[in-house]
């Protein structure tokens, strides 16, 4: 019995990999997924845009926006991505949904779970972005829902799910951008009644914001009153 609890309690810890995702060293007792060394030469963002994530050449004065968003604000309030989407975390991306290293997941949750702190407080529900039914049928998983549960488990706020994809949109990074905005005119739906306020969207990678600005419009139009983008990287 004693055995069964110590796996309970060491359930989380032994699902991770005995070696770094990213290069194979192997894990010391108690170190996270990813060795010290590998954390270091990730491509973490320096300075960013508070409302769209967007990497800056320099930190912007608080409350101070980028051209972008002080030209067409985008209908989310803040969005924090701390990595750019370049190697080795789009390879590491792009292995968990397509070759399904769910390894991968833990990793980046911790990465996100970091992160919450730099998000506006108040947040009372996680929405990890849905994907058309027929496409998670095929993977078999959603890969945002995998970041999400994590972070829901840690902070205590409740995962919700009754947002869908009203129709299947062919993958955003086969896209010109213009084609990108057309193809997600409506693309999500809130089903029932939405009981939160402040809704956080997990995403893997916002690419142009124009997912995170559907999804948000969709959620504001239900009744929330804010919503906030937290992802792994930002393209
Ligand atoms: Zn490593
Ligand atoms: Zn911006």
């Known amino acids: 019995m004693a055995l069964l ?8 810890q032994a699902l991770l990999p005995n070696a770094c995702v990213f290069c194979g060293a192997r894990r010391r007792h108690g170190e996270r997924s990813i060795c010290g060394p590998c954390c270091v030469d ?8 508070s409302r769209c994530a967007a990497p800056t050449v320099t930190q912007l004065p608080q409350g101070v926006l980028c051209a972008a968003c002080q030209q067409h604000p985008p209908p989310f309030e803040a969005a924090v991505a701390p990595l750019t989407y370049a ?11 397509f070759r399904r290293k769910l390894s991968y997941g833990p990793v980046f949750a911790n990465i996100l779970g970091a992160s919450l702190t730099k998000l506006p407080a108040g947040i009372d529900a996680v929405l990890p972005v849905p994907l058309h039914w027929r496409r998670q049928a095929l993977r078999g998983f959603n890969q945002a829902e995998e970041l999400a549960k994590p972070i829901g488990r840690f902070s ?13 949109t062919p993958y955003q990074s086969g896209l010109a951008a213009e084609r990108r905005l057309g193809n997600l005119q409506g693309a999500f739906a809130v089903r029932g009644v939405l009981h939160a306020r402040h809704v956080l969207v997990i995403d893997d990678v916002i690419t ?25 990287a930002r393209a």
């Open 5 to 12: 609890a110590a796996l309970g309690r060491n359930f989380e």
């Open 42 to 49: 990730l491509p973490w963002i320096d300075s960013a845009c």
């Open 87 to 97: 190697f080795p975390v789009d390879a590491a991306i792009k292995a968990m949904k």
């Open 156 to 168: 205590g706020i409740p995962l919700i799910r009754n947002v869908y994809r009203v129709r299947a």
């Open 208 to 232: 142009t914001g124009e997912t995170c600005s559907q999804i948000a419009r969709s959620l504001l139009d239900a009744g929330a009153a804010r919503v906030s983008i937290l992802a792994i």
